[in-house]
């Protein structure tokens, strides 16, 4: 089947977590002038890569959850220690908040303690983290009026890999800039 460049739509896939560019003619999709596979329009573009992206973090989360209790550092420690680089969107003596760097909304900042202290999930909450559990939501507050979300945004904690927590210490996920759908998952 001939198809020449001024018959195709170009569109972005997700495959296997990642996105690539394809061609697609009617029903069919090519990569750089090649079928690679046919598919119906049934979904969207969106629900294949909904669909994979929630593959992928279910597996993250239970890949996690495995060395869940290990004392070992993660990779919120590391952007703590600036070991590897985050865009940081704000920062205190208890509270550190960047951009996550798989964002689900326009506005997607994870908030984080600084120190864990046994704090990797909200389950493990006693009455020794009332003070730092206050202090992650006001600094939701206060990343959401930085990030000119204020009027309209929504805060989650994912507890367990039935939640898709993926990283075994307490995180806020600040979402925003977009309408949120209910209920979410």
């Not at 908040?97 to 006693?126: C, W, Y």
């Not at 939501?137 to 930085?146: D, G, M, R, W, Y």
Request: proline share 5%.
């Amino acid at each position: 089947m001939a198809v020449t460049s001024s018959s195709m739509l170009l569109r972005n896939f997700c495959t296997a977590g990642r996105i690539v560019q394809s061609v697609r003619v009617n029903s069919r999709i090519f990569s750089t002038g090649e079928l690679i596979r046919v598919l119906p329009r049934i979904g969207s573009p969106r629900s294949i890569c909904s669909t994979l992206a929630a593959h992928n973090e279910e597996a993250a989360a239970k890949a996690a959850a495995a060395v869940a209790d290990t004392g070992a550092p993660t990779i919120f420690d590391k952007i703590i220690a600036k070991e590897i680089p985050s865009d940081i969107v704000y920062e205190d003596e208890n509270v550190l908040a960047f951009r996550d760097i798989n964002p689900q909304a326009p506005v997607h900042v994870l908030v984080i303690p600084k120190s864990r202290d046994g704090l990797t999930m909200l389950r493990k909450a006693e009455p020794k983290h009332v003070e730092v559990l206050g202090q992650l939501l006001h600094a939701s507050k206060i990343v959401a009026e930085k990030e000119g979300i204020l009027g309209s945004f929504r805060v989650v904690i994912n507890n367990g890999a039935e939640a898709c927590q993926s990283v075994y210490h307490l995180h806020l996920h600040v979402l925003g800039g977009r309408q949120m759908k209910w209920p979410p998952g």
